[in-house]
């Protein structure tokens, strides 16, 4: 039995392909971010307005506004084009290694933003990129 028969078997007629860029003969679009970009937010879920509040406040500690963030999910990192970043912030996904870029990880913002544990180990991460 084909791979396809299996999925329509189980009735799944949509799928999507973690890493497209594997299969022969298809080409992946990258994705461009905006010039003013200067953090990449990577996370499974956008943040809502009072995580953005928050991560208001966190940009604002070493220079930067929300509008010098752009949101992605994980799963397109692959396909982005990191030419005007300068930090890439993992939140509640594993980080990858990164070149030329300042690289942050953490749990939710909820979390950090009420866990002292969790403001003290991303405030350690900025501060030693300086």
């Not at 690289?103 to 990129?129: D, F, G």
Request: glycine share 2%.
């Amino acid at each position: 039995m084909s791979n396809a028969s299996f999925l329509q078997e189980m009735q799944i007629d949509q799928w999507q392909l973690r890493h497209p860029e594997r299969l022969e003969g298809v080409s992946v679009a990258t994705v461009a971010l905006p010039e003013q970009c200067r953090l990449l937010l990577l996370s499974p879920v956008q943040p809502n307005q009072e995580e953005v509040a928050f991560l208001t406040k966190v940009l604002g500690s070493f220079s930067l506004t929300i509008d010098d963030a752009f949101f992605l999910s994980p799963e397109h990192l692959n396909r982005v084009e990191l030419t005007h970043a300068e930090w890439v912030w993992f939140c509640q996904c594993p980080p990858s290694e990164l070149e030329d870029v300042k690289v942050l990880h953490s749990p939710a913002l909820s979390l950090v933003e009420s866990e002292t544990e969790h403001k003290r180990a991303l405030w350690k991460q900025i501060k030693s990129y300086e």
